[in-house]
Structure formats: structure tokens, C-alpha cells
């Protein structure tokens, strides 16, 4: 019983950290994800989101170099805690029409 419970746990705990590791994306995280990262308070937390909402989502890291409070050393630094999740683009509705024929008897 206690050897299901456990690994149950430990599979519960690996799949609570695993957002850790990919990163915090900082085109969709909200303030408090971004002041959860090391390094990163509620100033530039609130900085990044003015950002984006003025200019758009990030194309790369190297984009917070233009975030005030960033300069290359800082982005250096956070390279392994933040991410740029590419925007996935929608796909558009394809109207098919089919069309059903009989095959013709020779």
C-alpha cells in the first residue's frame, strides 16, 4: 500500500517541477510567475509585462536587453530560468467539400 502511495507522490512531485525546469516564458507568465524567478522582482516583473503590452511578444531573450533594468549581464544570468515560447499560429478553417460519385459499369 505505502509503495503506491509513494510513487504516486514522487510521480505528483515530478510533474509539479517540471514547469521549473522548461522556464518561465515570459510572453504568457503573469506577475507573480516572473517575480518567482531568482533575480527578478516586482519592478522588472511589472516592466516585462509594460513591455509586451506595448510592443509585442518577445521573439528572443535578447529582446529584454530593450526592458529597462535589463542589460546583457542580467539577461546572461536568467538564460537558464526564463524562455520564449514561439506564438503558435491558429490554424485556419480548410472548407473541404465532398464529392461522391458512383463508379461506372463497362
Given amino acids: 500500500m505505502f509503495k503506491g502511495m509513494f510513487s504516486g507522490a514522487a510521480i505528483l512531485l515530478l510533474g509539479l517541477a517540471l514547469p521549473v525546469w522548461a522556464g518561465v516564458d515570459i510572453n504568457t507568465a503573469p506577475q507573480s510567475e516572473l517575480e518567482a524567478v531568482r533575480g527578478i522582482g516586482p519592478v522588472k516583473a511589472r516592466s516585462i509585462i509594460d513591455h509586451r503590452a506595448l510592443h509585442g511578444p518577445f521573439k528572443s531573450l535578447d529582446d529584454l536587453d530593450a526592458v529597462r ?20 499560429v491558429k490554424p485556419v478553417p480548410v472548407k473541404q467539400e465532398i464529392r461522391w460519385s458512383r463508379p461506372k459499369n463497362h
Fill in 69 to 88: 533594468g535589463f542589460g546583457k549581464a542580467t539577461i546572461e544570468k536568467l538564460r537558464g530560468e526564463l524562455v520564449v515560447v514561439p506564438a503558435t
